[in-house]
């Protein structure tokens, strides 16, 4: 008898999620474990826009989300961050020396923190 499941057909762990992190037009599509930190995810953002850690905000449906919490901690499981259709994090990054201004006047904190807002509603 031949069992044809989509994640053992490719390899794909029960475990992975696949992510579309977006920032204004920048666009990054990756895979990781449940078990991922939302700081390790900083650091694979890191690798690729070099930005460090500290600098970046990632956020699921406008909820800003915790550096010490796993992936799976934060909702993103594999049936919520298929490969078909990877879940949205929206980033922001520190802006130096100027205060980030959200276009709908929200999120104030983080503007005045000096963080640029970015909401997945926003981007073009």
Known sequence: MHHC???????ISQTDVFLM???????????????TT?????RI???ILKRPPE????YKDEQLLEDSKTLGDSGFTNQTARPQAPATV???FRVS????????GRHEAESEAGYEVCQSQWWA
Do not use: P
């Open 55 to 58: 600098d970046q905000r990632l």
């Open 38 to 42: 939302v700081y390790e995810l900083k």
């Open 45 to 47: 953002v890191e690798g």
């Open 97 to 104: 020396g100027r205060t980030g201004a959200s276009k709908a």
């Open 90 to 92: 929206g980033l922001a």
């Open 21 to 35: 992190i977006r920032r204004h037009k920048t666009t990054i599509f990756t895979d990781a474990k449940e078990s």
């Open 5 to 11: 499941q989509n994640y053992n057909q490719f390899n």
